[in-house]
T-cell receptor, first 111, second 114 residues
Framework: TQLLEQSPQFLSIQEGENLTVYCNSS?????LQWYRQEPGEGPVLLVT?????EVKKLKRLTFQFGDARKDSSLHITAAQPGDTGLYLC???????????FGKGTTLSVSS | GAVVSQHPSRVICKSGTSVKIECRSL??????MFWYRQFPKQSLMLMAT?????????EQGVEKDKFLINHASLTLSTLTVTSAHPEDSSFYIC??????????FGSGTRLTVV
């Protein structure tokens, strides 16, 4: 059973389009994190959301944490080829415990 | 920010041999480190939680006798893949959590068993 359900698993879009990636769970998380990973490298943290209902923006990326702290979303506006990569959501059930990852979303943005 | 150094970045070994992967926290002390495995086009799967000075806690389905974890100091955890076989070929990633900087990941080790 996957603790964090991430969708879609694959996404191929044209430059300039918008997209949203979802991360859902039936469990409550103390925090959820979004990472981006390039091939052959470790994941790099994009953002951490902690408070239910929280919204964070990072340039063209908008992150939301659900009110009940069970789900999160990543929205990219006007996608660019440089956004291509693997996006991962991850959560810790309790502070200090291991991060559990969703299955990831492989994004391909073509020009 | 916190830095986690992982070595080697790539290793090729013969089937039946053992391989050690090191994970170091460079500028902070990590009482707990985490080891993950990632197969091609898949996400990170937690293998074990490494605790300084005590036995590691393994996830269900991970063979503790095959994947030996040692966390002898506050800055170093090692993962030894014993009697490696081709199916152990994967990308192994360590992580450490610092109270100030949160979770930090190493750059990963690509293990190929031939």
């Amino acid at each position: 059973t996957q603790l964090l359900e991430q969708s879609p698993q694959f996404l191929s879009i044209q430059e300039g389009e918008n997209l949203t990636v979802y991360c859902n769970s039936s469990s409550v998380f103390s925090s959820l994190q979004w990472y981006r990973q390039e091939p052959g490298e470790g994941p790099v943290l994009l953002v951490t959301v902690v408070t239910g209902g929280e919204v964070k923006k990072l340039k063209r990326l908008t992150f939301q944490f659900g009110d009940a702290r069970k789900d999160s979303s990543l929205h990219i506006t006007a996608a660019q080829p440089g956004d291509t990569g693997l996006y991962l959501c991850a959560g810790a059930r309790q502070a200090g415990t291991a991060l559990i990852f969703g299955k990831g979303t492989t994004l391909s943005v073509s020009s | 920010g916190a830095v986690v150094s992982q070595h080697p970045s790539r290793v090729i070994c013969k089937s039946g041999t053992s391989v050690k992967i090191e994970c170091r926290s460079l500028d902070f002390q990590a009482t707990t480190m985490f080891w993950y495995r990632q197969f091609p086009k898949q996400s990170l799967m937690l293998m074990a939680t490494s605790n300084e000075g005590s036995k590691a806690t393994y996830e269900q389905g991970v063979e503790k006798d095959k994947f030996l974890i040692n966390h002898a100091s506050l800055t170093l955890s090692t993962l030894t893949v014993t009697s490696a076989h081709p199916e152990d070929s994967s990308f192994y990633i360590c992580s450490a959590r610092d109270k100030n900087y949160g979770y930090t990941f190493g750059s990963g080790t690509r293990l190929t068993v031939v």
